[in-house]
Nanobody, 119 residues
Framework: QVQLVESGGGLVQPGGSLRLSCAASGSIFSINAMGWYRQAPGKQRELVATITRSGGTNYADSVKGRFTISRDNAKSTVHLQMNSLKPEDTAVYYC?????????????WGQGTQVTVSS
């Protein structure tokens, strides 16, 4: 089992910055990609950014140039640096990780952390 715990959410003003962190624990061996998704009220959960164990990144068009995803601690921790925040970034942000097994790929999710961008 892999457990994911997010932290760093909060209330910020438009144009401000926030740094989210996600710590993976448990059976972290063979974790491949990690990433962030978000879900706003009345909307589907959407991809924000992902990062592979080798450091390759992928971003949603809406956050390119503003958000940066990174990994450290033997690739068991992922961060999301969010700059130039906009009200439309308001959502619950969920950490995600996938883990390769002999049976296939397993997907794990954190409980989410609230990000609110408002004046």
């Amino acid at each position: 089992q892999v457990q994911l715990v997010e932290s760093g959410g909060g209330l910020v003003q438009p144009g401000g910055s926030l740094r989210l962190s996600c710590a993976a624990s448990g059976s972290i061996f063979s974790i491949n990609a990690m990433g962030w998704y978000r879900q706003a009220p009345g909307k589907q959960r959407e991809l924000v950014a992902t990062i592979t164990r080798s450091g390759g990144t992928n971003y949603a068009d809406s956050v390119k140039g503003r958000f940066t995803i990174s990994r450290d601690n033997a690739k068991s921790t992922v961060h999301l640096q969010m700059n130039s925040l906009k009200p439309e970034d308001t959502a619950v942000y969920y950490c995600n990780a996938d883990k390769a097994t002999t049976r296939g790929t397993l997907y794990y999710w954190g409980q989410g952390t609230q990000v609110t961008v408002s004046s």
